[in-house]
């Protein structure tokens, strides 16, 4: 499903992002241009960022450090 319509970027995408070490909106924000445009896709941004934990440890367990919204807006 896509998440950030104006990069085009799916729900997939941010997981593996996740999974592979993004555990902030910045690092998600830099790595895939999610939330670069208009914006609207940070709430769901940030809700597969707490879903999945943020981080390489998120299909453990492990909670998140560094995991929340960026301060930086588009
Ligand atoms: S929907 Fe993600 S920046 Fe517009």
Same mark, same amino acid.
């Given at each position: 499903?896509?998440?950030? %319509? =104006?990069?085009?970027?799916?729900?997939?995408?941010?997981?593996?992002?996740? =999974?592979?070490? =993004?555990?902030?909106?910045?690092?998600? !924000?830099? !790595?895939?241009?999610? =939330?670069?445009?208009?914006?609207?896709? @940070?709430?769901?941004?940030? @809700?597969? %960022? @707490?879903?999945? /934990?943020? /981080?390489?440890?998120?299909?453990?367990? !492990?909670?998140?450090?560094?995991?929340?919204?960026?301060?930086? !807006?588009?």
């Amino acid at each position: 499903m896509y998440v950030c %319509l =104006c990069q085009g970027i799916t729900d997939r995408q941010i997981r593996e992002a996740i =999974c592979s070490g =993004c555990s902030s909106m910045c690092e998600l !924000r830099s !790595r895939l241009k999610v =939330c670069s445009d208009c914006g609207k896709c @940070a709430g769901a941004v940030e @809700a597969l %960022l @707490a879903e999945c /934990g943020g /981080g390489p440890g998120a299909a453990h367990g !492990r909670p998140a450090e560094g995991a929340g919204p960026c301060s930086v !807006r588009p």
